[in-house]
């Protein structure tokens, strides 16, 4: 059979990234093949299936073997199985009311905006952060579109991993002034063990959502950035839209808030399917900032950290 030279030219290229993803590629095989794998359609398929409205009688079996198999805990669901007519809504499924309280406030506290599992936290020296196993990201690109990103420089980040089975909505930690929200337009690799600490420079490479907010009261001084980083078939970031103002983000960019306030536990933004919040505390007080928590389960409202 002979080829056209442009299907010639086409399989030679094919040939060429399908050594590059085998050979060159960091991680694990199956890590690897995943770079063949057309994640952003993927993603939106998934997306798309996982938001289908379920006949009743369904959603026993299929969300109820979900929920099973995962281990999701839907004795603290807001409403009962039944109630969730498809997949993407028990996943953004809210808690009932008063099962996550806040830590009290003090000085400089900072408390968690997710159920999840604390996977890197340090100190933001020159620039970087760590990702995992020693693997180090810019945080100027992770932010992207937030200029000032040296305020965070000589702060933390904490980065909390949510797996299926975690509750999927994301909370503000802190008392304070939203200043300004973006999104990042990007890959969509993995975000689990076996690519943190194989892929480089993973958070700035996926899209991802940030939001921004300084400190007031016993906040005064601090400066946290939360960013959602979404993953394969976590296409879906979304920032509450009390923050936007009645606009929209654009699909890579941003724009200024204008300080509106916020308490710990208001609405922040809803992952569709679980991900990564990797939180940074800078500001003029980011010195006097000490972590509590550094590894390990956490709550939402659970006590991160604050000024001593």
């Known amino acids: 059979m002979s080829w056209p030279p442009p299907a010639r030219v086409a399989l030679v290229l094919a040939l060429l990234w399908a050594i590059y993803v085998l050979v060159w ?23 798309w299936v996982a938001a289908r409205p379920l006949p009743a009688s369904w959603r026993d079996p299929l969300l109820g073997g979900f929920a099973r198999h995962y281990g999701i805990a839907l004795s603290d669901a807001e409403f009962p199985l039944a109630d969730y007519p498809s997949l993407q809504a028990l996943f953004t ?16 506290y900072l408390n ?51 797996s299926p089975k975690d509750y999927h909505r994301i909370h503000v930690p802190l008392e304070g002034r939203v200043t300004a ?36 009261g016993a906040c005064e001084g601090l400066e946290v950035a939360a960013v959602l980083v979404g993953a394969t078939h ?16 654009p699909r890579d960019g941003g724009f200024p808030v204008d300080a509106l306030p916020c308490v710990p536990g208001d609405d922040l933004g809803t992952f569709e399917f679980g991900s990564t919040v990797v939180l940074l505390v800078g500001g003029p007080r980011a010195q006097a900032w000490t972590p509590l928590r550094t590894e390990g389960a956490v709550q939402v409202g659970q006590r991160l950290g604050a000024c001593r």
């Open 25 to 47: 590629t960091p991680g694990p095989l199956g890590l690897r093949l995943l770079g063949f794998y057309p994640k952003r359609l993927g993603s939106r398929v998934v997306g």
């Open 112 to 162: 968690s905006p997710v159920d999840g599992r604390i996977i890197a936290s340090g100190r933001i020296d020159a620039g970087t952060a760590i990702q995992a196993k020693g693997l180090p990201y810019r945080v100027a690109e992770l932010l992207k579109h937030e200029r000032n990103a040296g305020r965070f420089e000589g702060g933390h980040f904490l980065t909390l991993y949510l």
């Open 93 to 108: 499924r809210r808690l009932r009311p008063g099962i996550r309280p806040q830590d009290a406030p003090t000085d400089g």
């Open 234 to 249: 976590v296409g879906g970031v979304v920032i509450d839209p009390r923050w936007l103002g009645g606009r929209t983000l």
């Open 181 to 216: 929200v973006s999104r990042v337009e990007g890959e969509l690799w993995p975000v689990n063990d076996a690519s943190t600490g194989s892929v480089p420079r993973l958070y700035e490479r996926n899209r991802r959502a940030v939001w921004m907010a300084e400190g007031t």
